[in-house]
């Protein structure tokens, strides 16, 4: 065992309250990639921003090919070690809040139940006029009835159940409108360029003023969205614990770094006596 593995358990048995900020690094092991390397820069190219997704036809029928094809293979992603493990800790009381920055929704699936998902979810579909909202699952049957061609497409999978279909001429995708009003329909999600609901961003705030320290997994903090929270905490006295392989924005002010994979630094956590609960689910 390394050493960052006693000093991890150490930090978790020393803080029973934690406020847990999750990111990318938590759902690579369930074939989901992330849009980081380990400097925190881009690996790919930039996505989508929101006002080039409402502002332009060509990037709204280019964003749905891609998720059309990537989708396949996302909404059927499962939760893995590092949810399962996270799951087993909040069974063992110790979190306040689990925030994450993902919209997969794995670690619900994993069973953790106190989650807030600060950039919403991709498997909800949103009207941007109307505000109604179904399953992507559903939007998913609708855009292969209008498109049945790109059925047949395969891809790299890519972040956020995006997919690359460079060379594809996008202009004859169809793009099925809201059935309730017509308005244009979004992922429910945060897209790069629009802001996290505030009472999102409120209630996460007070339970990290009613944890005792910050647990970081598996994200850089690149993003303000999430770095805030760290800033927040090392600015109230709590201390900062982060696993992440790589450089975060956060690490000048971090109290414990452990460089490993999540599910290698969480294992201690599903080999605990009573860790049997959080294997069922799935
Ligand atoms: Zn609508």
């Known amino acids: 065992m390394a050493a960052g593995d006693a000093a991890l358990v150490d930090f978790i ?9 999750t990111g990318a690094g938590c759902s690579t092991d369930s074939g989901i990639p992330d849009y980081r390397d380990a400097d925190g820069g881009w690996k790919r190219s930039q996505p989508v921003t929101f006002q080039a997704f409402m502002g332009d036809d060509l990037t709204r029928q280019r964003y749905w090919a891609r998720s059309l094809v990537g989708w396949r293979r996302f909404g059927h992603a499962l939760p893995n070690a590092t949810h399962h493990a996270l799951a087993k800790l909040e069974q063992r009381g110790n979190v306040q809040l689990l925030l994450t920055q993902n919209v997969d929704g794995l670690h619900q699936r994993a069973g953790s139940r106190n989650v807030v998902d600060m950039h919403g979810r991709l498997d909800t579909v949103r009207c941007m006029g109307c505000d109604h909202r179904f399953p992507r699952h559903a939007f998913q049957s609708m855009l292969l009835e209008h498109n049945p061609v790109w059925a047949t497409l395969d891809a790299a999978d890519a972040p956020d159940g995006d997919a690359d279909l460079d060379g594809q001429d996008f202009a004859t995708f169809v793009i099925p409108p809201c059935p309730e009003c017509g308005g244009i329909l979004k992922p429910d999600v945060v897209f790069f360029g629009e802001n996290v609901p505030r009472d999102r961003v409120a209630t996460a ?25 760290a800033h927040a905490a090392a600015k109230a006295g709590k201390p900062v614990a982060a696993v992440n392989l790589g450089r975060t924005r956060a690490d000048p002010l971090l109290n414990l770094k452990i460089e490993q ?19 069922e689910i799935a």
């Open 13 to 21: 048995e020393l803080h029973q309250r934690l406020f847990v900020l």
């Open 205 to 229: 705030m007070q339970a990290l003023d009613d944890a005792d320290a910050m647990l970081v997994v598996g994200s850089s903090l690149m993003v303000f969205s999430g770095y805030r929270f």
């Open 261 to 279: 994979p999540c599910a290698e630094a969480l294992a201690f956590l599903l080999r605990d006596r009573s860790a049997a609960g959080a294997e």
